[in-house]
């Protein structure tokens, strides 16, 4: 088998310690593994493999020899190197928000829209992960009945905003249980034992960027311009996964247990849904499971074709880092 010289842009964020785990747990053909990031980390170690692989400082030689480059060290990292690297051969897989409504540029999900991989012209790009595990649970709708209409609200852990915020939680938490001051850095309010209905700027509509992605990243996927979106992104005081309660309306009626039976045979799918019992996703339950789950399935009381869920997933695998490796695997 063809080995590939692999670069991480990012290697030392939240997102790209975990690509650098996946590229390894999923047994990558890799024959030379470079981790890139800012000045601030250049000489610190990371293991691959049984090897310490030492952090090399970002620059515009970097992709010499480097046959595919994940890149997640946000959006101005991307808009200045993604091109160097294409213009020495490399394929990107753009984990940053940099390309993804350029319209020469696939945004890619494997279980929704691996047909439009092939249009590449060097860059793909990664969704934003509240974008991923929604179309990723919608998709056998679509596929099923149609989707006229989609009304969902995020609740979104603080690894998606990076390594900063991991830490500002759990200092805020530790401030607080011992009666001290919260001290504020990353996020304009306090995050632990709060919730912030702000994720990313604002824009001239009133709406966040982050609900603005998910709107315009799920049309792209879905290559249907007309479902109607509308959108609300929270934070909320979780170290790991994104939860989200969606509403949609179908074109046609769907019963529930025809719902579950699809979900049931889905890959990439895991089916939560026992109330009885008191089962459903979790956010903790994401740092177990890779697949997206999904559960409280109910139909809307008044809409016959409307129906609610609640979707969670691992927003720094599946909403990313496992994301950009399954995109890989299917490149090469
Ligand atoms: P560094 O650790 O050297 O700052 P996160 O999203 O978890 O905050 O991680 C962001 C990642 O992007 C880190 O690996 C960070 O490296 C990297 N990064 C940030 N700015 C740059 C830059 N200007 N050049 C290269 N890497 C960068």
Not at 117 to 127: D, V
Not at 130 to 152: F, H, Y
Request: proline letters at 4%.
């Amino acid at each position: 088998m063809n080995k590939f010289n692999v670069a991480v842009v990012g290697a030392t964020g939240a997102v790209g310690r975990e690509m650098v785990k996946i590229l390894d747990e999923r047994k990558f053909p890799i024959k030379d593994l470079v981790l890139l990031a800012s000045e601030r980390s250049a000489g610190e170690t990371i293991n691959f493999r049984k090897k310490e692989l030492e952090v090399q400082e970002l620059n515009t030689s970097s992709f010499e020899d480097i046959d595919i480059a994940l890149f997640s060290a946000g959006s101005s990292v991307s808009k200045k190197f993604v091109p160097i690297a294409v213009k020495n051969g490399t394929i990107v897989i753009d984990n940053s928000s940099a390309f993804r409504m350029d319209s020469h540029v696939p945004l890619i999900v494997p279980e929704v829209n691996l047909g439009d991989l092939k249009k590449h012209n060097g860059i793909i790009a990664n969704p934003n992960c509240s974008t991923i595990q929604m179309v990723v649970a919608l998709k056998p709708i679509l596929d099923e009945v149609g989707i006229n209409r989609i009304i969902v609200s995020t609740y979104q852990s603080v690894s998606g905003t990076g390594k900063d915020a991991i830490d500002e939680l759990a200092e805020q938490s530790s401030q607080i249980l011992n009666n001290k001051k919260p001290v504020r850095k990353v996020y304009p309010h306090q995050i632990a034992f709060n919730i912030l209905p702000h994720i990313d700027v604002f824009e001239n509509n009133g709406y966040t960027k982050e609900e603005m992605k998910l709107i315009h990243e799920t049309k792209k996927i879905f290559g249907n311009s007309k479902i109607k979106i509308t959108a609300t992104a929270a934070r909320v005081p979780v170290f790991y996964g994104h939860s989200e309660s969606v509403y949609l309306e179908t074109k046609k009626q769907i019963t529930i247990k025809k719902l579950k039976n699809i979900y049931l045979k889905t890959k990439g799918i895991k089916l939560v849904d026992d109330i009885d019992n008191s089962k459903y996703p979790l956010a903790i339950m994401s740092e177990i499971y890779d697949d997206v789950m999904i559960g409280r399935l109910r139909k809307d009381l008044t809409e016959p074709n409307g129906i609610n869920m609640w979707i969670v997933a691992n927003n720094l695998r599946k909403g990313a880092a496992l994301n950009a490796v399954q995109i890989a695997e299917l490149l090469i």
